[in-house]
């Protein structure tokens, strides 16, 4: 339904999950901005993507964005109203942004939402000469083949996640 186009060059490693449940989301960075190096990489936490905690990176610096979820919800017997919606890494130097002609990865965690369906992760590349926002999202029932900067898509499935317990 949701085709990932082959262009898209911010991509998750893992394109489904269990909706519910535990998931570790890997970015991959596949070049920079028109051969420019990659600085930054900022994702927009998509709304239902619950406990969202980002992986340090050596040469990187990381921070979070906290407010007001527009979904909150339970967790444990805890409500939450407020959550991360915002993750960045920055590289700390000319020395470690990821060169155009390389590949990274950039990890976080969470948890899917509870109702199957397309989740869409908008991420802005920066670089050292301009940016890329990854953050074109499909008509319902339409591909991402036809979009320039397609966002980075997780299909949240309808099953039941190995191992029960996921967090």
């Not at 976080?108 to 869409?120: F, Q, V």
């Not at 397609?150 to 949240?156: G, K, R």
Request: with cysteine.
């Amino acid at each position: 339904m949701w085709a990932a186009a082959s262009f898209a060059h911010i991509t998750l490693q893992d394109g489904a999950a269990a909706a519910g449940a535990g998931y570790r989301a890997t970015l991959r960075v596949g070049h920079g901005c028109n051969g420019s190096p990659t600085t930054a990489i900022q994702v927009r936490i998509p709304a239902g993507f619950n406990g969202a905690q980002p992986m340090p990176k050596a040469g990187w610096t990381l921070s979070t964005r906290v407010g007001a979820l527009e979904q909150p919800y339970e967790s444990h017997g805890t409500r939450f109203a407020e959550g991360v919606l915002e993750i960045t890494w920055t590289a700390n130097g000319p020395a470690n942004a990821l060169p155009d002609a390389y590949y990274d990865e950039f990890v976080l965690r969470g948890t899917t939402p509870t109702k199957p369906g397309p989740l869409w992760f908008k991420v802005t590349q920066v670089c050292e000469k301009g940016s890329t926002a990854w953050t074109d999202v499909p008509a319902t029932g339409t591909s991402t083949k036809d979009l320039k900067s397609p966002a980075a898509l997780l299909e949240v499935l309808d099953i039941q996640a190995a191992g029960g317990h996921n967090h």
